[in-house]
């Protein structure tokens, strides 16, 4: 059922210097949010339907639409 509801998946970093937010366009970027801008764009084969950080902030975890899980690393 479409309800109209446009969902963006975000997840803050576990040490709140860093958001992630995936889109249906199979991009996740990543915000600073000291600097207020995107910092890392990584683009995937479908829309991103969630978004994870580790612990440690150095990988993130993306579920896309066309059923695949991708783990990325990050480093700034």
Do not use: Q
């Amino acid at each position: 059922m479409d309800t109209g509801i446009l969902y963006i998946p975000v997840a803050f970093s576990p040490n709140g210097e860093y958001l992630a937010s995936g889109s249906l366009d199979k991009s996740m970027h990543i915000w600073s949010l000291k600097e207020n801008k995107i910092v890392k764009t990584y683009t995937g084969n479908g829309g991103i339907f969630e978004v994870r950080w580790n612990k440690e902030v150095d990988k993130i975890a993306a579920c896309f639409a066309n059923n695949t899980v991708c783990v990325l690393g990050f480093r700034m």
